[in-house]
């Protein structure tokens, strides 16, 4: 089954085939970085805008890369829910017109079921239900319970900001650009990660609750304390920081719930350090960890295909009048989580 995947949830624009939940045919992505960065965050409307002059060319682009025609589509599935409105808006006008035109079903996806998906493509067999997902990105960093297609149960999230935002504000504090994730990691590399005694909010606290606010005040209080101050170990001190109040949390879940398999999502699942820190606990805590290929850990279209054919699966396709929301319950147990977001 070939499923052509949307997203235009926020400001990357991405288009991808994926045949049977597995086999990524092609993957692009459109990113707005320099439309935004000048404005130190994403803006809804020219995130918009970019997607509309985008949209055509990168779905045509997905269906080149994967050597097929629409008419060898499957079916089409889009980002519907969780996002910037005009964003979703602009992914669900194209699927629907693309299910419409060529007679296939239309598969509504909810954003943050991608980025848990990513995980399931390649690897359902080794998956098992129930497993914990660790998503952390920009706008979410929460802890679920998958317990089975569709099914999900939420353990933990942030009160606050979400680590991905506190990374990417921290980043631009120091001038680093955007997205900060990778700048950070980049010169954390060259630093002492002991250098700063940073705050650990609520770490030893026996829940999934994470706060990220105190740290980012903590950091930015910091640099502006010591314009001399060595770039390097700050990025070390605080990259370290967040992966503690990660890691302690997710294995703190884990072992509370008994789930032995723990899979990362999510645009910081791409941080190296992170991905080995959360390894080696889960030998200690004999756990398995599952990381997403590099290629579907940010925003992506792959993603949403491959949930879609696990999840069309399980409850069909969506009528054509399907409507966009910015913040949506998720999956058929309603799972709903406070959603801030570094969009302006
Ligand atoms: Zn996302």
Redesign the pocket.
């Known amino acids: 089954m070939r499923i052509l995947g949307i ?1 235009t ?2 400001d990357d624009t991405g288009g991808a085939v994926v045949e049977d939940g597995h086999k990524v045919l092609s993957n692009v992505i459109a990113s707005q970085y320099e439309a935004h960065d000048r404005f130190g965050g994403i803006v809804p409307v020219i995130a918009a805008r970019e997607h509309t002059a985008k949209i055509n060319f990168i779905l045509e682009l997905a269906l080149e890369k994967a050597r097929i025609s629409f008419s060898d589509l499957d079916a089409v599935a889009v980002s519907h829910h ?2 910037l409105m005009l964003s979703l808006v602009v992914g669900v006008s194209a699927a629907k017109s693309i299910a419409l035109a060529c007679g296939i079903p239309l598969i509504g996806i909810h ?2 079921e ?2 848990i998906y990513s995980n399931l493509m390649g690897r359902s067999n080794e998956l098992r239900f129930p497993f914990l997902c660790l ?1 952390v ?4 960093t929460l802890l679920l319970k998958v317990i089975s297609h569709g099914t999900y149960e939420l353990l933990g999230h942030t009160r606050d900001d979400a680590a991905g935002e506190v990374l990417d504000k921290v980043a631009r504090h120091l001038k680093l650009g955007y997205p900060g994730g990778a700048a950070i990691e980049r010169l954390a590399e060259k630093g002492n990660p002991n250098a700063y005694d940073f705050p650990r909010p609520l770490i030893n606290r026996p829940d999934g609750e994470f706060s990220f606010s105190g740290l980012k005040t903590a950091v930015i209080a910091a640099i502006d304390r010591d314009p001399d101050l060595n770039q390097a170990d700050l990025c070390a001190s605080f990259q370290q920081a967040i992966i503690d109040l990660l890691v302690s949390k997710a294995m703190h879940i884990a072992k509370e719930h008994q789930l032995r398999q723990i899979t990362l999502a ?2 910081v699942a791409l941080n190296t350090p992170l991905r080995k820190a959360l390894q080696h606990a889960a030998k200690v805590h004999a756990c398995e960890i599952f990381t997403p290929r590099s290629d579907l850990c ?2 992506n279209g792959a993603m949403v295909a491959g949930a879609a054919y696990f999840l069309y699966q399980e409850r069909g396709a969506d009528s054509l009048n399907i409507g966009t929301r910015a913040n949506a319950p998720l999956g058929t147990t309603g799972v709903r989580y406070r959603h801030e977001s570094k969009y302006k």
């Open positions: 997203d949830s926020c969780q996002g954003h943050l991608g980025h998503t990105a920009g706008g979410h999510g645009g940010m925003d």
